[in-house]
């Protein structure tokens, strides 16, 4: 009995992982983004363990954002736990204004940050902990790369979290279309 349980759990498991990683690309190709994003918490600011809460209060956060900054901004997270079982995310956003935005200093933050042309976003930092904001170049690139978030260790992880997805991401958000079929000229079957 228990091995008829467990392979019914292992195909929900590879459904659910294979249903994310094609959302989260149609998600990533069919919306314009301006950066992409990595975030962390500080444990002595909020429980970094409890994934439920994190997206949660950061999808609240957002939405308090949007209305104090007067700017639509959109995103698309995947959670990732650190080996210690603590969550972070990473994904892409759009709609930050710029000048809610900062360098990193040399001498104070690593120096990949500041080499790499990363930015910092303080509320967010104030709010919740370490983040990073990378401008980003090549679009499919990025989409392709953010799908490696979502592993088979992360969709098992999520499914002994009551309430936790694979993703996070605005409503509003643009998806794939299906809109018709496509017919080429075929010389041989033009004739009849």
């Not at 609240?60 to 959670?79: A, H, N």
């Not at 710029?98 to 790499?116: C, M, R, T, W, Y």
């Not at 902990?129 to 170049?137: A, E, H, N, Y």
Request: glycine share 6%.
């Amino acid at each position: 009995r228990e091995h008829k349980d467990d392979t019914h759990h292992d195909k929900k498991l590879e459904a659910a992982y294979s249903r994310a990683r094609s959302v989260i690309q149609q998600l990533a190709l069919c919306n314009k983004w301006d950066y992409f994003f990595t975030a962390t918490q500080d444990g002595s600011k909020r429980d970094r363990y409890n994934l439920f809460s994190f997206c949660n209060d950061l999808s609240q956060f957002i939405r308090d954002m949007r209305k104090k900054y007067r700017s639509p901004i959109q995103y698309v997270f995947i959670p990732e736990p650190h080996q210690d079982g603590a969550w972070h995310v990473h994904g892409f956003i759009s709609g930050l204004p710029a000048d809610k935005l900062s360098n990193f200093i040399p001498g104070i933050h690593k120096q990949e940050l500041v080499d790499g042309g990363f930015l910092n976003w303080g509320d967010y930092q104030k709010k919740f902990g370490f983040c990073s904001l990378g401008v980003i170049k090549d679009e499919v690139g990025c989409a392709m790369y953010v799908q490696k978030y979502v592993t088979k260790d992360l969709c098992d992880s999520a499914s002994h979290t009551p309430g936790a997805h694979l993703y996070y991401c605005s409503r509003s958000l643009r998806r794939a279309m299906v809109f018709g079929d496509f017919y080429c000229p075929h010389p041989d079957l033009d004739k009849y």
